[in-house]
């Protein structure tokens, strides 16, 4: 790939601190990139601090260390600032990181040159109201999740499109999801699989009964609105994140996220499909699963 984007000259390097190779790792790739004249600073996730929050206004990328949650954690940050992200995978499952253990030493040799590409992800933003009055607002890199609680029981999911009603889906739950979740729990649900580009909202039924079975995708301008009618308990989940209530009368409006979130890439556009193929051999569980099938 031929230099045409300015390399970076300060990076944040966020570890996540519940993988212990990280503290390593981050120490060698801050030392590399000062070899490189790229100035560092490392700074630590901690999962158990949920909204914690990073300084990256003095910083014009930011390397995340760690798996896919620490690549969701970091994107939840970046995006709003502009900032691209490149990931070095740490973790167990690594599907948004681009860098591994065994090449980011060559790799950020073609950072330092600009020998790099921005990939933009789109993103979802998801407006919560409370008897028609706003009451939270999250940004969406994966997916929003709709779902039953506790009682193995079904729900109703009410959807209307653009102020106009689509269907309702009785099932265990509904996944709004973009082109970068596609791969994650809306796979896991038998949606289809959405190159990483492309900027349409997915919705995805989770075990559906006597209902719309199909998943279905929308163009980015799409408003969708989504209810619940359940007399028992609801819960809205954002990218993983810790679950929200969610009462009959609660309102939920998806539509396009104003920011899209900056992926480092350094391999070609057709990488997407080399790689989901490699992965869905490779993965551990996918191992495990066949060996235990032989």
């Not at 029981?153 to 889906?169: F, Q």
């Not at 199909?214 to 993983?240: F, K, M, P, W």
Request: some cysteine; charged content about 20%; glycine content about 8%.
């Amino acid at each position: 790939m031929a230099p045409g984007l300015i390399p970076p000259k300060n990076i944040k390097i966020l570890a996540n601190v519940a993988i212990a190779k990280t503290d390593k790792l981050a120490r060698e790739v801050s030392q590399y990139l000062a070899a490189l004249d790229i100035s560092t600073h490392i700074d630590k996730i901690d999962f158990e601090r949920p909204n914690q929050n990073f300084v990256l206004e003095n910083c014009d990328m930011v390397i995340a260390l760690g798996g896919d949650g620490t690549i969701l954690r970091a994107g939840h940050q970046c995006a709003p600032l502009g900032l691209p992200l490149l990931g070095i995978h740490a973790g167990r499952f690594g599907f948004l990181v681009e860098l591994d253990e065994s090449d980011w030493r060559e790799k950020l040799k073609l950072l330092a040159s600009g020998a790099y590409r921005l990939e933009k992800r789109m993103m979802l933003q998801v407006e919560f109201f409370k008897s028609g009055k706003p009451s939270g607002c999250w940004d969406v890199i994966n997916e929003l999740v709709v779902c039953r609680g506790q009682h193995v029981r079904p729900i109703e999911v009410r959807v209307d499109l653009n102020e106009g009603y689509l269907t309702s889906y009785m099932a265990d739950g509904l996944i709004v999801s973009t082109a970068t979740g596609s791969t994650a729990y809306a796979l896991a649900a038998g949606g289809p699989i959405l190159p990483p580009e492309l900027r349409n909202i997915l919705l995805v039924p989770i075990a559906p009964h006597l209902s719309l079975d199909r998943a279905v995708v929308l163009a980015e301008g799409a408003s969708v609105c989504i209810q619940v009618h359940s007399n028992h308990e609801t819960v809205i989940s954002v990218d993983g994140q810790d679950s929200v209530m969610l009462h009959n009368a609660d309102l939920l409006r998806v539509t396009s996220n104003p920011n899209s979130l900056k992926m480092v890439r350094f391999s070609e556009p057709n990488y997407f499909y080399r790689r989901i193929s490699t992965y869905m051999e490779n993965n551990p569980i996918t191992k495990l699963n066949n060996n235990g099938q032989n």
